[in-house]
């Protein structure tokens, strides 16, 4: 009796789980695409990808409750400011279309339950892994600052991706005043950058024309001092953003800092 108890509540999940897929193809497919997408694809997707999707809720929310709740509120009651992806990401596909009048909340629940066992897939998972820290490598090829770390990282960048984030729930007043740091920052950065690659090229020719290391001291004092004048820069945005956000604001990024 025991065993055949098993098997009826094993083939029951079961069904369950063949009908969640067949529901996710038929309410969900025909804008998100249900399998890995390639790195190259991903920008020219009309929604994101069920993967990316799932990926973002599971960063943000961890119980299977609470993720069928805001999933069954978000399919029947989209916003933006309820997006768990980027707020890039947001901008560049818009915000979905209630499906309220075509989708029950039991075929909402089905969905749910498939989506949180079997996405993200391991493999999109190590794939955005490998995209981030190539990213991240490369930011840190191309810094300007003599401190590269991730820790001391691009704060209004960051904010910019979680700017309309609910969970993080900046003010407008937040708002301006983060885009004025943003703006000065970045002005400052690129006239230092425009400078820096010149003398940079500078060095580089003179050393490939075998000139004396010598003739170029003068050059490499001012390389240094520009990256110093950038870290400079990059540390007062830091701290002038700090000053305008709220503990409950801080705590919320602290998980993207790489700290």
Request: net charge neutral; with cysteine; glycine share 2%.
């Given at each position: 009796?025991f ?6 509540a094993?083939?029951?999940?079961n069904f369950?789980?063949a009908?969640?897929?067949?529901l ?9 695409m249900?399998?890995?997408?390639a790195?190259e694809?991903?920008?020219?997707l ?17 119980e299977k409750?609470?993720i ?5 509120d978000y399919?029947l009651n989209?916003?933006?400011?309820k997006s ?6 947001v901008?560049?596909y818009?915000?979905m279309?209630?499906?309220k ?6 075929e909402?629940?089905q969905i749910s339950e498939y989506?949180?066992e079997?996405?993200p897939?391991k ?6 892994h490998?995209?981030q ?6 930011a ?10 991730e820790?001391?990282?691009h ?28 703006k000065e920052t ?7 950058k425009?400078?820096?690659?010149t003398?940079e090229?500078e060095v580089?020719e003179a050393?490939v ?5 010598e003739s170029?001291e ?6 240094a001092?520009?990256?110093?004048n950038a ?5 007062r945005c ?5 000053e305008v ?6 705590t919320?990024l602290?998980?993207?800092w790489?700290?």
């Amino acid at each position: 009796m025991f065993k055949k108890s098993i098997l009826i509540a094993t083939v029951g999940l079961n069904f369950l789980s063949a009908d969640g897929l067949d529901l996710l193809k038929s309410k969900c497919a025909s804008c998100h695409m249900l399998e890995k997408p390639a790195p190259e694809i991903i920008p020219t997707l009309k929604a994101p990808a069920m993967e990316a999707v799932m990926y973002h809720i599971k960063l943000e929310i961890s119980e299977k409750a609470k993720i069928k709740e805001f999933i069954l509120d978000y399919v029947l009651n989209p916003d933006a400011k309820k997006s768990v992806c980027e707020s890039n990401k947001v901008e560049q596909y818009g915000v979905m279309p209630s499906l309220k009048g075509s989708i029950t909340t039991q075929e909402i629940s089905q969905i749910s339950e498939y989506l949180i066992e079997h996405y993200p897939s391991k493999l999109f998972v190590e794939m955005i892994h490998q995209i981030q820290h190539n990213d991240t490598l490369n930011a840190l090829q191309n810094s300007p600052f003599l401190i590269n770390k991730e820790s001391l990282p691009h704060l209004t960048g960051l904010l910019i991706k979680n700017w309309d984030k609910k969970a993080l729930g900046l003010s407008q007043t937040q708002k301006e005043k983060l885009l004025i740091i943003r703006k000065e920052t970045i002005n400052s950065i690129q006239q230092i950058k425009t400078k820096l690659e010149t003398l940079e090229a500078e060095v580089i020719e003179a050393l490939v024309d075998k000139e004396p290391t010598e003739s170029v001291e003068k050059k490499i004092k001012e390389i240094a001092e520009l990256k110093a004048n950038a870290t400079r820069s990059h540390i007062r945005c830091i701290s002038k953003t700090l000053e305008v956000l709220n503990e409950e604001q801080l705590t919320y990024l602290l998980p993207f800092w790489g700290m």
